[in-house]
């Protein structure tokens, strides 16, 4: 399997995060794209390179073009105001809910902000547009790997991307990996794209994103909605609406789920994407559903990952893994090198 490695990841460096009402140190750091990429080399697990140039078409293919370039310029908005603000991370503090407008684009940075984001969780630093920009680059190269005829590939990037949409960010997220990587699909002639996110928590920008399409069918298995984050997206009844009506599926869980339970709707999930005759899938690999995780509910050991990668080897399809959540920071490597294992001896 070939990685395709983002060293500017840790680029992206949040200081505090606003969690359960407090501001505390973030959960999402730079170690954990370290702690995989030494797994990958301890046990030789493939090749990994640093793709070194992109086509940004199909960023614009994904995302607006207004979020694009804010995101683009934030960081030196943010410093402009007040060069105080380089020592310190951005966070949103407004935004325009139900009644108020959004086709406007503020003056105001700080509404700006706000319009472009829906959570206080997500700091914006000096490095996030560069970080995420290299990462959608490994999505594109990996996508990419595949129509060249590999296999599977790997995207090991952070931040991760799949609670980003249209024009948002939110949940540690900027740009949407997984899209990114099966829009590349698509945009190389494979006519149907199945995308599967087994991140706990619901990949709600990568389902808004395809809501409406029947190219790309969009499964995820999460934590129930009802009680777990992003709470406002990923329940049952939400399967697409127009063209895309069936094309989406959810598959919420409880917290405090056992691997039995996981992998019977794992495989409720590969046999919806069988029938939906995908020529690629695309994985947002979260590995938040580890029972040592601090921001998850889910109870899987380390050992079920082998087992997660052969059935999703079993799928027989070409297939991008994109690197997501997974915070139990000293076990991430294990357990996301573990999927990779798993899926490659199944496959050979």
Not at 198 to 216: K, M, P, S
Request: glycine share 10%.
């Amino acid at each position: 399997m070939h990685t395709f490695y983002n060293d500017r990841h840790a680029l992206h460096h949040g200081k505090l995060e606003m969690f359960r009402g407090e501001l505390v140190p973030c959960f999402e750091v730079p170690a954990r794209a370290d702690f995989v990429l030494d797994e990958l080399k301890r046990r030789a697990l493939g090749t990994v390179e640093t793709p070194t140039a992109f086509d940004d078409g199909v960023i614009a293919r994904v995302h607006a073009p207004r979020y694009v370039d804010f995101l683009r310029g934030a960081w030196d908005e943010w410093v402009a105001l007040d060069p105080a603000n380089a020592q310190r991370d951005a966070f949103p503090s407004y935004w325009p809910i139900r009644t108020f407008r959004s086709d406007v684009l503020p003056a105001s940075f700080a509404a700006r902000m706000g319009l472009f984001s829906y959570d206080a969780g997500s700091p914006l630093t000096a490095g996030t547009w560069t970080a995420a920009h290299a990462g959608a680059g490994c999505a594109i190269a990996a996508a990419r790997s595949l129509v060249a005829g590999e296999r599977a590939a790997f995207a090991l990037t952070r931040p991760p991307g799949h609670h980003a949409g249209a024009d948002f960010f939110g949940g540690y997220c900027f740009l949407n990996n997984a899209a990114i990587a099966a829009q590349t699909l698509r945009d190389a002639g494979m006519a149907r794209v199945a995308v599967l996110d087994i991140d706990y928590h619901h990949g709600n920008g990568t389902q808004a994103l395809f809501y409406e399409r029947a190219d790309v069918q969009v499964t995820s298995l999460h934590g129930d909605p009802h009680t777990e984050y992003p709470y406002y997206l990923g329940y049952a009844d939400e399967d697409g609406a127009g063209a895309g009506l069936g094309f989406n599926r959810n598959l919420p869980l409880p917290r405090g789920t056992g691997f039995a339970a996981w992998r019977a709707a794992l495989g409720t999930a590969l046999q919806g994407i069988a029938a939906f005759g995908a020529d690629a899938l695309v994985i947002s690999l979260g590995l938040d559903t580890f029972a040592g995780d601090p921001i998850a509910g889910f109870t899987l050991q380390s050992a079920d990952y082998l087992a997660i990668g052969d059935a999703l080897a079993r799928a027989g399809l070409p297939t991008v893994f994109v690197f997501e959540g997974g915070y139990a920071v000293t076990e991430v490597g294990v357990n996301a090198v573990n999927v990779l294992e798993g899926f490659m001896q199944a496959a050979r």
